[in-house]
């Protein structure tokens, strides 16, 4: 059985339980990390570290984030657990007023805090072999997606759509131009360039993005950021997503199209390479 942490304890699994009236189970209030293990390291703390403190201060929810606590308590549970390959999981709630009511509890009330581990292998995956296929999907999420809320409802019911349709996952589309996939950032490639939309309120400001297309830089591939649509996704060369449990993942088809030769592309994969080389010197 898992230990887990919940509000300054470390217990059982099947002792770790919260209150009907938490804001995070009545109103979807609370903002969560996904922090990935490898080799029983952290992948990107720091960032995922500092996004928590931002999606906290967006919702004007005054929680202190102390990052040597947090760095602590992420590694207790990959010890206690054991976890050598997987994911940590972080969700603060603005905690339980007593009772059900949509203006915000007194500042008083204490924020619920909760991590637990997930065992997965991440490296090493059929995936970065295979690939993934994709469909689109209508971006009917709120404006606010930089905040990374627990609303994920609509990202899931998009995943559902995705299976639905023998696709492993869905991109979604808002106006004719994509703007990510349901838990990942998206990106394509056309003529040597690396193209992905830019950041704004209507995406995620993903940590594994932002050390891609450091790497990027690094091996001095071209990147365009801004917006792209479809037709342009159908037609690019390669296309991969990125975040923190998947690093980067090819796409090799999207809405039944073939994306390039139907195979990982070649820059996807020197960008996952160099992505796992400097995260794992830089794991803490
Ligand atoms: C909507 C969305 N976009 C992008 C990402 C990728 O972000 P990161 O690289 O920080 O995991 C996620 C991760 O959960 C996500 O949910």
């Keep these: 059985m898992r230990t887990v942490y919940l509000n300054g304890d470390y217990i059982p699994e099947d002792q770790a339980t919260v209150s009907i009236f938490d804001r995070g189970f009545l109103f979807a209030d609370g903002v969560y990390e996904v922090t990935t293990v490898v080799d029983g390291k952290l992948i990107g703390f720091d960032g995922h570290c500092e996004r928590l403190k931002r999606s906290l201060k967006e919702l004007g929810m005054k929680v202190e984030i102390d990052r040597d606590e947090m760095l ?24 339980n007023p007593g009772d059900r009511d949509f203006a ?30 994709v469909v689109s999907v209508d971006d009917l999420r709120w404006g606010r997606r930089d905040i990374k809320t627990v609303q994920l409802l609509y990202p899931s019911l998009a995943k559902m759509e995705a299976k639905a349709k023998g696709a492993d996952d869905a991109w979604l589309v808002q106006d004719g131009f994509v703007t990510e996939g349901t838990s990942n950032n998206a990106y394509i490639v056309k003529d040597g360039k690396i193209i992905t939309r830019d950041l704004s309120h209507d995406i995620l400001h993903g940590i594994t993005r932002k050390s891609v297309l450091a790497c990027a830089k690094l091996l001095q591939m071209d ?7 479809l037709e342009e996704a159908y037609a690019a060369d390669e296309a991969f997503s990125t975040s923190a449990s998947g690093f980067t993942n090819p796409i090799v088809e999207i809405d039944n199209n073939m994306i390039g030769s139907g195979k990982p592309g070649p820059i996807g994969d020197r960008l996952r390479a160099l992505y796992l080389e400097e995260n794992l010197k830089a794991a803490v």
Excluded at 72 to 95: A, C, W
Excluded at 105 to 130: C, D, I, R, W, Y
Excluded at 223 to 229: C, I
């Design 72 to 95: 602590e308590i992420h590694r207790e549970l990959v010890k206690r657990n054991n976890i050598d390959q997987g994911m940590i999981y972080l969700q603060v709630t603005r905690g």
């Design 223 to 229: 990147v365009e950021e801004r917006p792209f649509t």
């Design 104 to 133: 915000f509890p007194p500042e008083a009330t204490k924020p619920t805090m909760v991590l637990f581990t997930q065992e997965k292998k991440v490296v090493g995956t059929a995936v970065e072999t295979q690939g993934l296929k």
